[in-house]
């Protein structure tokens, strides 16, 4: 079973920056399309970007457009979220989520249940 493990959470003032880290093992992270997903107490996870496995398909949630950046590199496991520009509506939990991608250049896009496998989430606060 592939395991996602989220790192680079924190505090973060508004207008600062976080970079997110969602490294993959034991299988090899090409296999599978990458979703980044956030969560507030009480609401629905939100997904806010998508990269295809070889990086053809990019999207992201109209919420981030423009201050938000997904990357992959393959070669060592890892899907990134570069986060720009951040706002307190912008803290959450965030997700990495992972789905086999048999082939097809396009991600899975926002929907939750699109994806089989999930890291266990890393806190981004953002306050001054």
């Known amino acids: 079973q592939l395991q996602l493990v989220e790192s680079g959470g924190g505090l973060v003032q508004p207008g600062g920056s976080l970079r997110l880290s969602c490294v993959a093992s034991?299988?090899?992270?090409?296999?599978?399309?990458i979703g980044w997903f956030r969560q507030v107490p009480g609401k629905e996870r939100e997904g806010i970007g998508c990269?295809?496995?070889?990086?053809?398909?990019?999207q992201y949630a109209e919420s981030v457009k423009g201050r938000f950046t997904v990357a992959r590199d393959n070669e060592r496991n890892t899907a990134y979220l570069q986060m720009n520009g951040l706002k307190p509506e912008d803290a959450a939990v965030y997700y990495c989520?992972?789905?086999?991608?048999?082939?097809?250049?396009?991600?899975?896009?926002?929907?939750?249940?699109?994806?089989?496998?999930w890291g266990q989430g890393t806190q981004v606060t953002v306050s001054s």
């Open positions: 989520a992972a789905e086999r991608s048999y082939g097809s250049s396009e991600c899975p896009g926002f929907t939750a249940s699109a994806y089989h496998y």
């Open positions: 034991p299988f090899a992270l090409a296999d599978y399309s």
């Open positions: 990269i295809s496995s070889w990086s053809n398909d990019i």
